[in-house]
């Protein structure tokens, strides 16, 4: 808490994982808008991860409390990465109430059982005025389904009204799709380095 040394929080965030790993994300919101102290909206650490059942799941913790909460995904949600989903994820606009949004990215399988990353999101409203702080479905990536290498890793970086997201295909090349809203556009490649003889 002093910011200049780590410390062990007094209490285990969560005994659920796999023993043989399990992906996991975090991140840190500074006011976040599902948690309205009455004084303000409180700071909270959110880990989203995959237990050992391989069932999306999500803790948060209130910084100013020691406790863990359990927070709930739609069965849809929770049951939708693959086994070998890695996960990523993000906030942006985290000191307005109104304009938080958190996103989660992973991999599942697309309508023609093939591996496909998609994007969840939660907020206090969406351009529909809904949302309410439930997770929902936003975009799956790509527009056109391509084939994302099983068990790859995923990166995301939000920055202003772009969502950058770097995942791996199955020749090895580094993929960057640039989402914004409810669109995914600007595909690019980075090729894989050739292999020394």
């Known amino acids: 808490k002093d910011a200049k040394t780590w410390k062990s929080g007094p209490e285990v965030a969560n005994d659920e994982l796999d023993g043989n790993g399990s992906p996991i994300t975090a991140f840190f919101i500074r006011h976040d808008g599902e948690f309205d102290s009455g004084r303000g909206w409180e700071s909270t650490i959110h880990v989203v991860y995959l237990d050992k059942k391989k069932t999306l799941r999500e803790r948060v913790r209130i910084i100013s409390k020691d406790a863990w909460t359990p927070m709930k995904f739609p069965d849809d949600i929770s049951t939708a990465p693959i086994q070998t989903s890695r996960l990523s994820s993000g906030i942006c606009h985290d000191?307005?109430?109104d304009k938080s949004h958190q996103w989660v990215f992973f991999a599942q399988l697309g309508d023609k059982g093939q591996t496909v990353v998609a994007e969840i999101r939660k907020g206090e409203k969406d351009e529909h005025n809904e949302n309410k702080w439930k997770w929902?479905?936003?975009?799956?990536?790509?527009e056109s389904p391509a084939d994302a290498l099983p068990g790859t890793s995923?990166?995301?970086?939000?920055?202003?009204?772009?969502?950058?997201?770097?995942?791996?295909?199955h020749e090895g090349n580094i993929v960057r799709y640039d989402?914004?809203?409810?669109?995914?556009?600007?595909e690019y490649y980075f090729p894989a380095l050739p292999k020394s003889s």
């Open 95 to 97: 000191n307005t109430k």
């Open 136 to 142: 929902v479905y936003r975009k799956v990536l790509p």
């Open 154 to 169: 995923l990166a995301a970086s939000l920055t202003d009204i772009t969502t950058y997201l770097f995942f791996q295909d």
């Open 179 to 186: 989402g914004s809203y409810e669109k995914w556009s600007s």
